[in-house]
């Protein structure tokens, strides 16, 4: 899906993670919202976000990312994973990944945290098939929600890919950042259509994202933009 955090850390949302020459490397970008799987989680003003993560030859990764917005020095999310990836066949390979989200909030509420366990089928880095379970931490009465995406990445040049991609997922009324939507929880379906340019270390990606059931946006978010761009560098 469109650049945020869990793209960013894990190369997509959804690519693998590849061992790489040198075992260190990240990655910064500029995006005009921070997105999580279909939902705002900033306002839309441009969003810097950074990533650094260790790649071991055997397919483990470690990884930590942040971001905020220009216009503040708070930290709108931070992220930790762990991923391990292996082949399955000459085009196939798997990867499993565990990942901890922490979004503090001014406001009273609490922050919203999270931990997601996350398994993708990857074909030749075109396709990728997710299915995941992310859980809110610290409420009694959180629950498990369920969630499924399929990315698709298809060369068009060299340089230029069409993306396009579409998930389901519940989320979890009255905690977290979701404390606005009311009790209980439900399910929503968001899809993205983009184009993207990559050379040597940039890429940059224009995004229509559209969302079908989700919940009203986050008090101060002004709601999901219909575009998202973003531009980011590697190294």
Same mark, same amino acid.
């Given at each position: 899906?469109?650049?945020?955090?869990?793209?960013?850390?894990? @190369?997509?949302? %959804?690519?693998? $993670?590849?061992?790489?020459?040198?075992?260190?490397?990240g990655t910064v970008a500029l995006t005009s919202?921070?997105?999580? /799987?279909?939902?705002? +989680?900033?306002?839309? /003003?441009?969003?810097?976000?950074?990533?650094?993560?260790?790649? @071991?030859?055997s397919g483990w990764s470690f990884g930590v990312a942040a971001a905020s917005e220009l216009r503040s020095t708070r930290l709108a999310e931070g992220l930790l994973h762990v991923a391990y990836s292996w082949p399955v066949s000459t085009?196939?390979?798997?990867?499993?990944?565990? +990942?901890?989200?922490?979004?503090? %909030?001014? *406001?009273?509420? %609490?922050?919203?945290?999270?931990? *997601?366990?996350? +398994?993708?089928?990857?074909?030749?880095?075109?396709?990728? +098939?997710n299915l995941a379970a992310r859980r809110p931490v610290g409420s009694a009465d959180a629950r498990t929600n369920p969630l499924a995406e399929?990315? $698709? %990445?298809?060369?068009?040049?060299?340089?230029?890919?069409?993306?396009a991609g579409a998930g389901v997922a519940r989320f979890q009324r009255g905690y977290g950042y979701y404390r606005y939507y009311g009790e209980g929880s439900a399910y929503y379906r968001y899809g993205q259509v983009g184009l993207a340019w990559s050379g040597d270390r940039w890429r940059v990606e224009l995004d229509r994202i559209a969302t079908d059931g989700a919940p009203r946006a986050r008090r101060g978010t002004g709601g999901l933009s219909p575009w998202m761009a973003s531009v980011s560098w590697s190294f």
């Amino acid at each position: 899906m469109p650049i945020g955090l869990a793209a960013l850390a894990l @190369a997509l949302p %959804r690519a693998p $993670l590849h061992a790489q020459a040198a075992p260190f490397g990240g990655t910064v970008a500029l995006t005009s919202q921070l997105v999580d /799987r279909g939902l705002p +989680l900033t306002s839309t /003003r441009p969003v810097l976000q950074g990533e650094l993560r260790w790649d @071991a030859p055997s397919g483990w990764s470690f990884g930590v990312a942040a971001a905020s917005e220009l216009r503040s020095t708070r930290l709108a999310e931070g992220l930790l994973h762990v991923a391990y990836s292996w082949p399955v066949s000459t085009n196939w390979q798997m990867q499993a990944s565990a +990942l901890y989200y922490d979004a503090p %909030r001014r *406001e009273r509420a %609490r922050g919203y945290q999270r931990v *997601e366990a996350d +398994l993708a089928w990857i074909y030749r880095d075109i396709l990728t +098939l997710n299915l995941a379970a992310r859980r809110p931490v610290g409420s009694a009465d959180a629950r498990t929600n369920p969630l499924a995406e399929a990315n $698709l %990445r298809w060369p068009l040049t060299r340089h230029f890919s069409l993306l396009a991609g579409a998930g389901v997922a519940r989320f979890q009324r009255g905690y977290g950042y979701y404390r606005y939507y009311g009790e209980g929880s439900a399910y929503y379906r968001y899809g993205q259509v983009g184009l993207a340019w990559s050379g040597d270390r940039w890429r940059v990606e224009l995004d229509r994202i559209a969302t079908d059931g989700a919940p009203r946006a986050r008090r101060g978010t002004g709601g999901l933009s219909p575009w998202m761009a973003s531009v980011s560098w590697s190294f």
